[in-house]
Nanobody, 131 residues
Framework: EVQLQASGGGLVQAGGSLRLSCAASGFTFDDYAIGWFRQVPGREREGVSCFSTSDGTTYYADSVKGRFSISSDYAKNTVYLQMNNLKPEDTAVYYC????????????????????????WGQGTLVTVSS
């Protein structure tokens, strides 16, 4: 069974930190790039970060550069998103997703790319940042 499980969200004050986890199972982890997306109700889901297992490259949206950091634990088939200095505008449901196509090019080239290129999606975890 293919599964992506996002976890680690919660309620924090502005300036605080959270670490999100994306645990993958049921598919070959090394064949996929893992992207993090976030969505606010009524707005389009936007790419936040990406890690490609093919070449180890990463991507960060301009809005989170210098604050967020993506990493991978291959032994656990898990990708993490460390979020520091959180801002109220970071409030959203955060989703992790896996893409073979993005992994082919690498996140350093493709960024998060379009949602249509992601094969599997987790359920999402809510991050709420209070002012």
């Amino acid at each position: 069974e293919v599964q992506l499980q996002a976890s680690g969200g919660g309620l924090v004050q502005a300036g605080g930190s959270l670490r999100l986890s994306c645990a993958a199972s049921g598919f070959t982890f090394d064949d996929y790039a893992i992207g993090w997306f976030r969505q606010v109700p009524g707005r389009e889901r936007e790419g936040v970060s990406c890690f490609s297992t093919s070449d180890g490259t990463t991507y960060y949206a301009d809005s989170v550069k210098g604050r967020f950091s993506i990493s991978s634990d291959y032994a656990k088939n898990t990708v993490y998103l460390q979020m520091n200095n959180l801002k109220p505008e970071d409030t959203a449901v955060y989703y992790c997703a896996a893409s073979r196509a993005v992994n082919y090019h690498g996140c350093g080239v493709s960024g998060t790319s379009g949602m249509k290129w992601y094969n599997y999606w987790g359920q999402g975890t809510l991050v709420t940042v209070s002012s």
